[in-house]
């Protein structure tokens, strides 16, 4: 199963959808592209700027671990940016998608915007809501 960083982020920062992005970890066999270091990053640091928290979680020196699977972002590239014009939706989410097809397995995401983008598409089967 393919995560993307709007999961992820529920594992460092406890919001609406934490519990159930705790219980994908159990089951492990988790992957993703390494996208999704940058954009957690990214997303602490906003948390961060709106006062959320005063220091960086603890958690996020071990988010690699999480995962059994990185995959460059340099292989998915092109299918990802093929997938950012089907769907006319940031190329971002579509670097998970991509990695989801190329690997044959389910995409999780807490992203509504991309899980709209996808419903009306082919890969809507693939692309599941965390809640």
């Given at each position: ?85 089907e769907l006319d939706h940031p190329a971002y989410d579509c670097f998970y998608l991509a990695m989801a097809i190329a690997e044959d397995v389910p995409l999780v995401t807490a992203d509504r915007r991309f899980l709209a ?15």
């Amino acid at each position: 199963m393919i995560v993307d960083a709007s999961v992820a982020v529920k594992w460092l920062i406890d919001e609406p959808g934490s519990d159930a992005a705790d219980r994908l970890l159990v089951g492990g066999g988790l992957g993703s592209p390494d996208l999704i270091f940058a954009e957690v990053a990214n997303t602490l640091w906003k948390a961060w700027r709106r006062g959320d928290f005063a220091e960086l979680p603890g958690g996020i020196a071990t988010l690699a671990d999480c995962f059994q699977h990185v995959m460059p972002c340099a292989t998915l590239m092109m299918p990802a940016a093929r997938l950012a014009v089907e769907l006319d939706h940031p190329a971002y989410d579509c670097f998970y998608l991509a990695m989801a097809i190329a690997e044959d397995v389910p995409l999780v995401t807490a992203d509504r915007r991309f899980l709209a983008a996808c419903a009306r598409t082919a890969h809507a089967a693939r692309v599941r809501a965390l809640t």
